[in-house]
């Protein structure tokens, strides 16, 4: 945690009065501008504990804020897996394709001794140091002068460790030191906050989606339809810039989308060959059993609202309630075409699915009439992206040869 204010200003207080005692009032002021920045910056630490997002948003927000923190050119936060009792971290930019890097946590290596003896290691000379041969190629590459490494502790226990390179002063000193314990214990609250939200969400998730394969037990389709469309949606969703939040709530919605065919008739939902009239209006009932089912649930209102509200149309053409344009949820709206998209695309005992990009023009063709445009333009854009459309170019140009 950040220290009491009343010590944070005492050791400010203190600092000012050494410098100024031997005449170095300037000095002084450049102190005390560069406390209260680190202060200011332990705040702006502690409050993305508050910012509901996912962990590597948190994680990358982290490090542009400890950069400064520590005045570094490089941060970089490992991990703790307890399965393996290894710290990992996953770099970004060009390198990220090298996918989790490891180091064992054992005195043979930087961040295994500083994770191991659970104390802060200052190392002046990397290239002198005899763990600099058990780097990462990643951390290599940053061509390390100098380092501070701190653990991240909690309960005992080890979560991670922050490793600051090259001091952007030339090399970290004895304020650097003693600031990145204060950094540490921020961090420590930040990391272990998001992961544990994570990690309910998760959970929840899997409920939710547990709950959702009880409906493939009655009906294989609608099972592996509903993973389908959770996976097209989750595309389309990407393209839009969706919040974390708004990802993680259109995820649910997908998952749970057809939740109310649990309350629909095996004859009807089994049926082999196409619905009649009769048939399809009670199938068409399934929006609002579902509705039914979670509805009471207030904290997943706006889940429950892209569920029922998918079938809904732009035009005012759907159901249940005839919704029109802005009134439909954007995660309902992505919803149906990622639903509509895989029911076309879905070989049916009483009919064969339709070619990728038939299916894809079916969507295009009813842009602002059935489905959202900019929910239209989302999907065009991955689609063009996506393996399905690269294989049609490639028997396209195969054919044509």
Same mark, same amino acid.
């Given at each position: 945690m950040i220290k009491k204010k009343d010590v944070l200003i005492e050791e400010l207080i203190n600092s000012l009065k050494n410098?100024?005692?031997?005449g170095k009032t300037d000095e002084a002021h450049e102190v005390l501008a560069k406390k209260i920045l680190r202060y200011e910056?332990?705040?702006?630490?502690?409050?993305?504990?508050?910012?509901?997002?996912?962990?590597?948003?948190?994680? /990358?927000?982290? !490090?542009?804020?400890?950069?400064?923190?520590?005045? *570094?050119? &490089?941060?970089?936060?490992?991990?703790? =897996?307890?399965?393996?009792?290894?710290l990992y971290y996953v770099p970004s930019g060009a390198a990220s394709g090298l996918g989790?890097?490891?180091?064992?946590?054992?005195?043979?290596?930087?961040?295994?001794?500083?994770?191991?003896?659970?104390?802060?290691?200052?190392?002046?000379?990397?290239?002198?140091?005899?763990?600099?041969?058990?780097?990462?190629?990643?951390?290599?590459?940053?061509?390390?002068?100098?380092?501070?490494?701190?653990?991240?502790?909690? /309960?005992?226990? !080890?979560?991670?460790?922050?490793?600051?390179?090259? *001091?952007? &002063?030339?090399?970290?000193?004895?304020? =650097?030191?003693?600031?990145?314990?204060?950094?540490?214990?921020?961090?420590?609250?930040?990391?272990?906050?998001?992961?544990?939200?994570?990690?309910l969400h998760n959970q929840f998730l899997q409920v939710i989606s547990a709950l959702a394969d009880a409906i493939g037990k009655?009906?294989?389709?609608?099972?592996?339809?509903?993973?389908?469309?959770?996976?097209?949606?989750?595309?389309?969703?990407?393209?839009?810039?969706?919040?974390?939040?708004?990802?993680?709530?259109?995820?649910?919605?997908?998952?749970?989308h057809d939740i109310g065919k649990i309350g629909i008739e095996d004859k009807i939902l089994k049926k082999e060959t196409a619905l009649n009239d009769e048939e399809f209006k009670i199938m068409k009932e399934h929006p609002r059993l579902g509705y039914e089912?979670?509805?009471?649930?207030?904290?997943?209102?706006?889940?429950?609202?892209?569920m029922r509200f998918h079938h809904e149309r732009p035009d005012g053409k759907g159901y249940p309630f005839g919704l029109k344009g802005d009134e439909i949820p954007t995660i309902a709206m992505i919803i149906s075409v990622a639903d509509t998209f895989d029911a076309m695309i879905s070989t049916?005992?009483?009919?064969?699915?339709l070619p990728p990009m038939v299916a894809y023009d079916e969507i295009v063709k009813f842009r602002g009439t059935q489905f959202s445009e900019?929910?239209?333009d989302s999907f065009c854009r991955w689609f063009e992206k996506s393996s399905m459309y690269k294989s049609l170019e490639v028997d396209k140009k195969r054919k044509a040869s």
């Open positions: 410098l100024e005692s031997v910056g332990l705040i702006e630490l502690g409050q993305l504990t508050s910012l509901n997002q996912d962990f590597k948003t948190i994680k /990358k927000k982290a !490090v542009s804020v400890l950069k400064k923190l520590l005045e *570094s050119e &490089h941060v970089i936060i490992h991990i703790k =897996d307890p399965k393996k009792n290894e989790k890097c490891r180091s064992k946590i054992d005195e043979t290596n930087f961040v295994g001794s500083c994770a191991h003896h659970m104390a802060i290691l200052h190392i002046d000379d990397v290239k002198y140091d005899i763990r600099s041969g058990r780097m990462t190629s990643y951390i290599k590459d940053l061509e390390p002068k100098n380092m501070l490494l701190s653990p991240l502790v909690s /309960k005992g226990e !080890v979560l991670g460790v922050v490793q600051a390179i090259n *001091s952007t &002063h030339g090399n970290f000193d004895e304020e =650097d030191y003693h600031f990145v314990d204060a950094v540490s214990n921020q961090l420590t609250n930040v990391i272990e906050n998001t992961l544990l939200i994570e990690k009655k009906d294989s389709y609608t099972g592996g339809h509903t993973k389908r469309v959770a996976h097209f949606a989750d595309c389309i969703g990407k393209e839009m810039d969706l919040t974390t939040t708004d990802m993680r709530d259109l995820k649910m919605a997908a998952v749970l089912i979670l509805g009471h649930i207030e904290s997943l209102h706006r889940v429950v609202d892209g049916r005992p009483y009919r064969k699915g900019d929910v239209v």
